[in-house]
């Protein structure tokens, strides 16, 4: 069974293997890097303005990676794997959970940032469950072809949380990159950090 996606351009053979980067390749690196700021967000001795920063990273990975995953990931799997809907509609609820308790923090000490945290490893744990046999039956173009997706739906995510936007298709698709404009806005006014590579460079300053 193939991944149902838009129609490729015309190629001269069947072999045809488009550029960019796999889906579950880019899911895997990132869920690297949501566990690796967990750890970091929690680690024991981090000063307050430190903490705040990580935190803010961590959110808006969070919500970039979700609202990705929702868009293409969980229909991907749904399509290519019917016994996998179950899974998915309670990784979606679970999806909804963790951004409503992001948006519940108050800050980088609240009691809760412990809770986000293993929110977050359970959610790499459990959708690690869909990834690897979406491998096994969609082939490398259509992986790529998803992960090409993938990074153009990340760029135009939301960097806050937002639990109450649709978490499936079409809506999704439409909402999340209107949102995500408003947060970027405020992202800029504030100054506030959303990328890894913001607080490396903080780090190297």
């Given at each position: 069974m193939t991944v149902p996606l838009p129609p490729l351009p015309p190629a001269a053979d069947d072999a045809y293997r488009p550029g960019g980067r796999s889906l579950a390749d880019l899911v895997d690196a990132e869920h690297r890097v949501l566990l690796g700021l967990?750890?970091?967000?929690?680690?024991?001795?981090?000063?307050?303005?430190?903490?705040?920063?990580?935190?803010?990273?961590?959110?808006?990975?969070?919500?970039?990676?979700?609202?990705?995953?929702?868009?293409?990931?969980?229909?991907?799997?749904?399509?290519?794997?019917?016994?996998s809907a179950e899974l998915v509609d309670r990784e979606i609820e679970a999806d909804a959970g963790l951004l409503a308790a992001l948006k519940a923090l108050t800050g980088p000490h609240d009691a809760a940032v412990a809770d986000v945290t293993n929110r977050v490893r359970r959610h790499v744990s459990r959708v690690a469950a869909l990834v690897t046999p979406l491998r096994d039956v969609a082939t490398d173009a259509e992986l790529i072809r998803l992960g090409n997706r993938w990074e153009i739906a990340e760029e135009a995510a939301p960097t806050r949380p937002h639990p109450g936007t649709p978490g499936t298709p079409p809506w999704n698709k439409i909402v999340e990159p209107a949102v995500g404009v408003l947060d970027k806005v405020r992202d800029v006014v504030t100054g506030r950090r959303t990328r890894l590579a913001d607080l490396e460079r903080h780090r190297d300053a």
């Open positions: 967990a750890d970091r967000v929690t680690e024991p001795g981090l000063d307050a303005a430190t903490r705040r920063e990580v935190l803010d990273v961590l959110t808006a990975a969070v919500s970039r990676h979700l609202s990705a995953e929702e868009q293409y990931l969980f229909p991907a799997a749904r399509a290519a794997m019917p016994d």
